[in-house]
């Protein structure tokens, strides 16, 4: 089942040593750290109290400002280049985990990994998205609503956060199959009033 491939990849992705980039690519880690590891024992199995607007700000609060620092110390072109390579090869290799038992790589089953994903913690916190194109061909998907966009843009970090949030779309289509390409006319971490993210399989 696509449900027991994506919670199997994502429990291991939480207890790898994967870059930091890995881990804000894929949502915020306290929200899925909880979701995903319960039966750990004691407290460490228990709710923080707080919401997903409130624990997402934690997180990235919590390394963002370091990766500021970084961009000036490398400087941001480096840094930005650096980090959206790092964030994007990280996501094409979880997709491929994901998929790497599937029976069928088309779009129909890329839909249908894409949104059993969107529709588990933590996204489904973070993200309002509706399907507007979806069959054999092509995959459109709509986003009126993202968390990580509205408080990265308000920490001055939009640029960081679409290297991290944004930009592994290609990655994670060309490793689920290589003929689906992907494309983001609109991006809320880019300043637009909405997100489209595009899938295509080519001929």
Do not use: W
């Not at 790092?86 to 979880?94: E, F, H, L, V, Y």
Request: include cysteine.
């Amino acid at each position: 089942m696509v449900s027991e491939h994506v919670d199997t990849a994502r429990r291991h992705l939480l207890t790898t040593t994967f870059p930091l980039a890995t881990v804000a690519c894929l949502g915020c880690g306290s929200v899925a750290a909880q979701t995903l590891a319960p039966g750990s024992g004691g407290k460490f199995s228990q709710g923080t109290g707080m919401t997903a607007e409130e624990t997402y700000a934690f997180f990235y609060g919590s390394f963002i400002p370091t990766l500021q620092s970084l961009a000036k110390s490398l400087g941001p072109e480096r840094f930005i280049r650096e980090l959206t390579k790092a964030a994007s090869d990280n996501t094409g290799q979880t997709i491929a985990a994901m998929a790497k038992d599937l029976p069928a790589r088309d779009l129909k089953a890329f839909s249908k990994l894409l949104k059993s994903i969107l529709d588990a913690p933590p996204y489904n916190k973070a993200l309002t998205y509706e399907v507007a194109e979806d069959n054999a061909r092509v995959l459109e998907i709509k986003y009126t609503e993202c968390l990580p966009a509205k408080l990265l843009r308000a920490m001055n970090a939009a640029e960081i956060g679409y290297a991290l949030e944004c930009a592994g779309s290609a990655a994670a289509a060309k490793a689920f199959n290589p003929k689906i390409e992907a494309s983001n006319p609109k991006n809320l971490m880019k300043g637009d009033a909405y997100c489209v993210e595009r899938f295509e399989l080519q001929a």
